[in-house]
């Protein structure tokens, strides 16, 4: 059974200011997703979920499946604030899903094989999605979950501070210890970071979650207990989310578990800000000029 791709595209966008998931940043129109989507296909993968908002549905269906048809299969999952919140009030205000944990566990009803999880509007390069599967489809197993982990010098914005899951592994390569810095940025020569009114260095080769997760289908079951936790905990808070990472860190906590640290050389850039779109459309184009990928990504599989 091949790995599936899911992809979490249900984001608000509310820093970049629009529905950044299906802008066009390829030289023949193609989208961050795209590139995405196609490094999976030659990777291997046999299918790509959508999470995505259902008012988005329309949308998406219109840019992916005339593309996509008879390349890879295609399922969509819609991710709402009623989504496996059975029993509870929704208070009135609150106004966005609740978090990138909930959005995974809205893909359990369309995923049955094991599988990457990423964001829509992340450049994650084609050694991770190799790595990925390789990791998938030899190591993966209920006890054995992964993660691309990048070299934080290459994961970083000119346009603003970024959030990052800094990891620290052990000498076998196993997380130990991800610790989510939500303001990271470059201050001279150093990489620091922001917590309680102070500045913290921290190096540049450390490596962090972009969000692109390896798991098997049992972290459905974990993500459910998780969520129905944090609801009890968390209701009536507003702007409250749960997210994979807090996931990742609740699973190698169960006895004789591992999540894997998978390095990659790959760099990383994605739209944080609306201000980075410029350089993504620059970075691609310099790959496709190098020859890694086609100038027109769909005439080539």
Request: hydrophobic share 40%; with cysteine.
């Amino acid at each position: 059974m091949k790995p599936t791709l899911v992809i979490m595209a249900a984001g608000m966008a509310s820093r970049y200011g629009s529905l950044k998931q299906i802008q066009q940043f390829g030289p023949s129109g193609e989208t961050i997703m795209d590139y995405s989507i196609f490094d999976a296909c030659r990777a291997g993968f046999g299918k790509v979920v959508f999470i995505i908002r259902k008012e988005f549905a329309e949308d998406f269906k219109a840019i992916f499946e005339p593309k996509l048809k008879g390349k890879i299969a295609i399922d969509y999952v819609f991710q709402d604030m009623q989504s496996f919140v059975e029993g509870y009030d929704i208070p009135a205000d609150r106004t966005k899903p609740w978090g990138t944990a909930h959005a995974v566990l809205c893909a359990s009803t369309a995923v049955h094989e094991p599988f990457i999880v990423i964001n829509a509007d992340d450049f994650y390069g084609r050694d991770a999605f190799e790595k990925a599967y390789r990791f998938l489809t030899q190591e993966a197993n209920d006890h054995t979950f992964g993660l691309i982990g990048y070299e934080l010098a290459k994961t970083l914005s000119d346009n603003g501070s970024v959030s990052r899951g800094v990891c620290k592994a052990d000498a076998s390569g196993n997380l130990v210890e991800i610790a989510e810095r939500t303001k990271i940025y470059r201050d001279g020569n150093k990489i620091v970071y922001e917590e309680d009114g102070s500045k913290n260095e921290v190096a540049a080769d450390s490596k962090v979650s972009m969000n692109f997760w390896c798991f098997t289908p049992y972290v459905f079951s974990i993500c459910k207990e998780m969520f129905n936790t944090f609801l009890q905990k968390n209701l009536h808070q507003p702007k409250a989310e749960i997210y994979v990472v807090d996931v990742g860190a609740e699973f190698i906590k169960m006895p004789d578990n591992a999540l894997k640290v998978i390095p990659t050389h790959s760099k990383w850039f994605g739209v944080t800000y609306k201000e980075d779109a410029p350089g993504v459309e620059s970075n691609i184009n310099a790959l496709v000029a190098k020859g890694e990928y086609p100038q027109s990504l769909w005439g080539a599989i």
